[in-house]
């Protein structure tokens, strides 16, 4: 039973324009949901995140959008960088402190 | 200075072994972890510790024990290895129960033969 789903397994976008990744939930108690980053063979990084009373969360180039009505939750990098390919894991907090991830999304930047 | 370093990075065993992964965290963080990360490339969550003791037991075998000697080490012992444990496992650390930013170790790959 996913309950946290990334339906895109990858991306690719041309350097300097927007990346977009989505993500959708189906549990409605998740109120925490975060976005990590990760390269091969390393862990995953942590990148942003937000918290379910707010609907937008900025920091520098990422962006993450969260529609608690539609359970769904977007990531958007600008201006992608080649430094930005890597794979993008949504997650969402459940109970206990629990992270619940998303299978990722492969983003690819060409340059 | 690595702030969760995980050891070994690689593992081939037998069937039917016992083996363990060590995890130790420098950040002086609270709350220890271990996942899973299976073929299908999902992170799941195992064990949870908060200053030595076990707060998370998602359902996981009993042949999988975790231990903790310190809030700075998580050690996770698996007996009988089977070839469904192949699977890369990673360690991770946070503040505390309330923090929910979690700092991953680099991960260990098993591969069970």
């Known amino acids: 039973d996913q309950q946290v789903k990334q339906n895109s397994p990858s991306l690719s976008v041309q350097e300097g324009r927007i990346s977009i990744l989505n993500c959708d939930y189906t549990n409605s108690m998740f109120d925490y949901f975060l976005w990590y980053k990760k390269y091969p063979a390393e862990g995953p990084t942590f990148l942003i995140s937000?918290?379910?009373?707010?609907d937008k969360n900025e920091d520098g180039r990422f962006t993450v959008f969260l529609n608690k009505s539609a359970k769904h939750l977007s990531l958007h990098i600008v201006p992608s960088q080649p430094g930005d390919s890597a794979v993008y894991f949504c997650?969402?907090?459940?109970?206990?402190?629990?992270?619940?991830f998303g299978a990722g999304t492969i983003l690819r930047v060409k340059s | 200075d690595t702030a969760v370093s995980q050891t070994p990075k690689y593992l081939v065993t037998q069937m039917g072994n016992d083996k363990s992964i060590k995890c130790e965290q420098n950040l002086g963080h609270d709350t220890m972890y271990w996942y899973k990360q299976d073929s299908k490339k999902f992170l799941k969550i195992m064990f949870s510790y908060n200053n030595k003791e076990l707060i998370i037991n998602e359902t996981v075998p009993n042949r999988f024990s975790p231990k903790s000697p310190d809030k700075a080490h998580l050690n996770l012992h698996i007996n009988s290895l089977e070839l469904g444990d192949s699977a890369v496992y990673f360690c991770a650390s946070s503040p505390g129960t309330t923090n929910y930013e979690q700092y991953f170790g680099p991960g260990t790959r098993l591969t069970v033969t």
């Open positions: 997650a969402a907090l459940r109970e206990g402190n629990k992270l619940v």
């Open positions: 937000i918290s379910s009373i707010k």
